[in-house]
């Protein structure tokens, strides 16, 4: 008699996970959380802070106060604190998200209702400036950048959540006076550095106004003109023979990789490359 031979088990796909999650040094952002998930499901939970959710691949659909909801790629998910919600993929292959938790300083809870009713942005703006802001939050040293993204963000933000319809006119910018006063207070700061924050305590004006201002006076924001000011001292330092690791220390870089990074962008070439140019002269 034939031997049989047993059928090959049928094994489901393996669940695929991968995360990386860390907090930056930039207020209002209690976390940051990137993942890669397939065949998994949130079970009804709630945060203590917002829920600022993009999508890059795949979909998610959840329930937020017994009404289902969906995340195409062109929507932003704001998902309010203390509200119970779940989250899974539409299909198998599952979903790539990146996720800002945000604190009461960036919304407040009297803004939840407004973020119930309607938690879906369809904003192509908004979900460019988020994707901006995820970017900048990744790189260490590039804190100013990320602030100022936020301070627009949540201002766009509060927007939605305080009418029906699409987004208002933004807020007049011009300020020559307050633009030039911050201009003052970064060449102050050039190596240590200054938070919107911080700056805008010392000028008594709201932190969305002063990028708006400064942005409007001069052409590029806040943190634009700080990098370029480093980058203007680093080219001097870098021209006396100065590695490029001490100059990126004494110029208010992080590291040598975050002064290469904007070095190369502004002038391009390496600062390795610069400062053998200078080398190379009779």
């Known amino acids: 008699m034939a031997s049989r031979h047993p059928r090959p088990s049928r094994h489901p796909?393996?669940?695929r996970q991968e995360v990386s999650a860390w907090r930056p040094r930039v207020p209002g952002v209690v976390e940051v959380f990137h993942a890669r998930f397939t065949e998994y499901a949130y079970p009804m939970h709630v945060h203590d802070a917002w829920t600022l959710l993009i999508v890059d691949d795949g979909a998610v659909r959840?329930?937020?106060?017994r009404h289902e909801?969906?995340?195409p790629h062109d929507t932003v998910t704001l998902l309010p604190p203390h509200v119970p919600h779940n989250g899974s993929p539409v299909d198998p292959s599952g979903f790539r998200k990146r996720v800002l938790y945000l604190d009461a300083s960036v919304l407040g809870e009297d803004l939840i209702g407004a973020?119930?009713?309607g938690?879906?942005?369809r904003?192509?703006?908004l979900r460019r400036r988020v994707g901006q802001l995820h970017s900048a939050l990744a790189r260490p040293g590039d804190e100013l950048e990320a602030d100022s993204r936020l301070t627009l963000i949540g201002e766009r933000l509060r927007d939605h959540l305080g009418r029906t319809e699409g987004p208002s006119r933004p807020a007049p910018s011009s300020d020559p006076h307050l633009a030039r006063r911050l201009r003052e207070l970064l060449d102050a700061y050039v190596v240590q550095g200054?938070?919107?924050?911080?700056?805008?305590r010392v000028l008594q004006a709201h932190p969305a106004h002063l990028v708006r201002a400064f942005s409007g006076a001069y052409g590029i924001a806040p943190h634009q003109y700080l990098t370029a000011r480093r980058i203007d001292r680093a080219r001097r330092l870098l021209l006396t023979g100065r590695p490029a690791a001490e100059v990126a220390t004494d110029t208010g870089f992080y590291d040598q990789a975050h002064l290469t990074r904007h070095f190369r962008r502004l002038v391009g070439v390496t600062p390795g490359r610069y400062s053998g140019s200078a080398a190379r002269r009779p």
Do not use: C, F
Request: charged share 30%; hydrophobic share 35%.
């Open 69 to 71: 909801h969906g995340t």
């Open 13 to 15: 796909r393996p669940s």
């Open 115 to 117: 973020a119930v009713d």
């Open 123 to 125: 904003d192509p703006v």
């Open 119 to 121: 938690p879906d942005l």
């Open 62 to 65: 959840y329930d937020l106060e």
């Open 194 to 200: 200054i938070g919107l924050e911080e700056a805008a």
